[in-house]
Nanobody, 123 residues
Framework: QVQPVESGGGFVQAGGSLRLSCAASGRTFGSYAMGWFRQAPGKEREFVAVSHWNGVSTSYADSVKGRFAISRDNAKNTVYLQMNSLKPEDTAVYYC????????????????WGQGTQVTVSS
C-alpha cells in the first residue's frame, strides 16, 4: 500500500516549465507503476503519463508527448513530472496515482491516489 502526496504546482506563463513531485509512503513503492493524471474544470480526469516500477518504461498521452517527462527515484519513494513548453490547456489539477497493472492509462486500474496539485498556465 502506498499513499501519494503531490507538490510543485503553481502559476506559470505559457511556454514556461514546472516540475511536479509525488512522494509516496509505504515500503512497497518500488512495486508500483506510478501515473500522473489531470482534471480541468468541467472535464473528466485524463491520463498524462506513467512510469513502470523500473523507471525505464514509460508512456505518455499524445497531448503531452515531447513536452512532459516522467521519472522516478525509488530510493526516495518519489516520482516526478517535468513539464516544459506549458500551454494554457495544460491548466488542471494534477494527480499522482499508483497501480500494480503496469503501464496503464486507465483510471480504474489505479488503486491509490493523491489529493492533487493545481497547475495554472496563463496565456
Amino acid at each position: 500500500q502506498v499513499q501519494p502526496v503531490e507538490s510543485g504546482g503553481g502559476f506559470v506563463q505559457a511556454g514556461g516549465s514546472l516540475r511536479l513531485s509525488c512522494a509516496a509512503s509505504g515500503r512497497t513503492f518500488g512495486s508500483y507503476a506510478m501515473g500522473w493524471f489531470r482534471q480541468a474544470p468541467g472535464k473528466e480526469r485524463e491520463f498524462v503519463a506513467v512510469s513502470h516500477w523500473n523507471g525505464v518504461s514509460t508512456s505518455y498521452a499524445d497531448s503531452v508527448k515531447g513536452r512532459f517527462a516522467i521519472s522516478r527515484d525509488n530510493a526516495k519513494n518519489t516520482v516526478y513530472l517535468q513539464m516544459n513548453s506549458l500551454k494554457p490547456e495544460d491548466t488542471a489539477v494534477y494527480y499522482c496515482a499508483a497501480t500494480l497493472k503496469g503501464l496503464s492509462s486507465g483510471i480504474r486500474d489505479y488503486d491509490y491516489w493523491g489529493q492533487g496539485t493545481q497547475v495554472t498556465v496563463s496565456s
